[in-house]
């Protein structure tokens, strides 16, 4: 089982549908996520970071944690054609105390 | 906001080369790593540093060796660069869990 696993996508949403990204992790001593954007050929740029179980929402943007289920996603609400991108999803293991990345998981809103 | 620079953005080497790719953070972080990112494989680790002076082997430090020899700034080392470190490698800080990269730099060797 891989560490932090995202669907490669690439996921279409129309423009202003809800985008929904998930992903899954292994070690369940993990205490801290974090969502990523990457536009192709830059960086990546944190955008959410969650610690507790539950909902967290910072404008168009939602991130849910559900650590029973080793589960994170993050919502994009009111998608817009900006928002195309691959979305990193990244946990800190608790093991160790490193972050380890998933693969990402491309975005691609429909205008 | 956070900054981390990496100085050289563009780079074309030949094979056996050694080459150097700079880092310099300007937010006191204790906390430097290296990342090479490549098409299906995502981020991977290479090297990171907890301190000056010190430092880690990341998931894939083979080929690659590191200098903190100052808190801001953590450098990449390739002894002899070859055609599989073709590249782009990130520089990034952090202060606790949360990580900030670079720009990136993308290395071609040829």
């Known amino acids: 089982q891989k560490e932090v696993e995202q669907n490669s996508g690439p996921l279409s949403v129309p423009e202003g549908a809800i985008a929904s990204l998930n992903c899954t992790y292994s070690d369940r001593g993990s205490q801290s996520f974090f969502w990523y954007r990457q536009y192709s050929g830059k960086s990546p740029e944190l955008i959410m970071f969650?610690?507790?179980?539950g909902d967290k929402e910072d404008g168009r943007f939602t991130a849910q944690l559900n650590k029973a289920s080793q589960y994170v996603s993050l919502l994009i609400r009111d998608s817009q054609p900006s928002d195309s991108a691959t979305y990193l999803c990244?946990?800190?293991?608790?093991?160790?105390?490193?972050?380890?990345f998933g693969k990402g998981t491309r975005l691609h809103i429909l205008p | 906001d956070v900054k981390v620079t990496q100085s050289s953005r563009y780079l074309v080497k030949r094979t056996g080369e050694k080459v150097f790719l700079e880092c310099v953070q300007d937010m006191d972080h204790e906390n430097m790593f290296w990342y090479r990112q490549d098409p299906g494989l995502g981020l991977r680790l290479i090297y990171f540093s907890y301190d000056v002076k010190m430092k880690e082997k990341g998931d894939i430090p083979e080929g690659y060796s590191v200098s903190r020899e100052k808190k801001e700034r953590f450098s990449l080392i390739l002894e002899s660069a070859s055609t599989n470190q073709t590249s782009m490698y990130l520089c990034?800080?952090?202060?606790?869990?949360?990580?900030?990269f670079g720009e990136g730099s993308w290395l071609t060797v040829v």
């Open positions: 990034a800080s952090s202060a606790g869990n949360t990580i900030y």
């Open positions: 969650i610690y507790s179980n």
């Open positions: 990244a946990v800190n293991r608790g093991r160790d105390d490193k972050i380890i």
